[in-house]
T-cell receptor, first 109, second 116 residues
Framework: QKEVEQDPGPLSVPEGAIVSLNCTYS??????FMWYRQYSRKGPELLMY????GNKEDGRFTAQVDKSSKYISLFIRDSQPSDSATYLC?????????FGDGTTLTVKP | EAGVVQSPRYKIIEKKQPVAFWCNPI?????LYWYRQNLGQGPELLIR????????DSQLPKDRFSAERLKGVDSTLKIQPAELGDSAVYLC??????????????FGQGTRLTVV
């Protein structure tokens, strides 16, 4: 079993939809929880990170962590075609990040 | 400010040949990572450097892979000899003082290796 499991895609939604991306993890020692966005043929770029249970909001993006369930989510409100990319969850312990396999999102105009 | 720079962007080689990738991290970043990303998967850490020291190379296949980070700045990752299964994107990332707190890792665009 992988340490980080991410809901497989792909996801295709119409513009303006709310998108939910999810991951589970197995190691309770994980301390930091991150979401990366990766456009085709580019390196991942950090979208958001948090280290506590609860919600963290940044514009149209909300990261949610539930440490008791070892579950993390990323919500995208009012999705735009420019949000089309692969989203990777990553969980960090002592400087070592473990990534999920990514969910590819397509937002159709 | 320039981001993480990797070269080459693409490389096609025959199996059993050697190949090397180069990474120039963001100025001032003392932590450097090499990741391998297979198609449809997330990046997997190969090696992490704190300055010149490799502090985590547990996932590096040491029979054919080697890495160095001379003077704690640029780094090279080498494969010799390459195998078909090494075809992947090799990503370099850098960050500042990863051991004290979580800090953002910045990724380069990667080197896409195809072994034929």
């Amino acid at each position: 079993q992988k340490e980080v499991e991410q809901d497989p895609g792909p996801l295709s939604v119409p513009e303006g939809a709310i998108v939910s991306l999810n991951c589970t993890y197995s190691n309770s020692a994980f301390q930091y929880f991150m979401w990366y966005r990766q456009y085709s043929r580019k390196g991942p770029e950090l979208l958001m990170y948090t280290y506590s249970s609860g919600n963290k909001e940044d514009g149209r993006f909300t990261a949610q962590v539930d440490k008791s369930s070892k579950y993390i989510s990323l919500f995208i409100r009012d999705s735009q075609p420019s949000d089309s990319a692969t989203y990777l969850c990553a969980i960090d312990n002592a400087g070592k990040s473990t990534f999920g396999d990514g969910t590819t999102l397509t937002v159709k105009p | 400010e320039a981001g993480v720079v990797q070269s080459p962007r693409y490389k096609i080689i025959e199996k059993k040949q050697p190949v090397a990738f180069w990474c120039n991290p963001i100025s001032g970043h003392n932590t450097l990572y090499w990741y391998r990303q297979n198609l449809g998967q997330g990046p997997e850490l190969l090696i992490r450097y704190e300055n010149e020291e490799a502090v985590d190379d547990s996932q590096l296949p040491k029979d054919r892979f080697s890495a160095e980070r001379l003077k704690g700045v640029d780094s090279t990752l080498k494969i010799q000899p390459a195998e078909l299964g090494d075809s992947a994107v090799y990503l370099c990332a850098s960050s500042y003082q990863a051991w004290e707190m979580n800090t953002e890792a910045f990724f380069g665009q990667g080197t896409r290796l195809t072994v034929v």
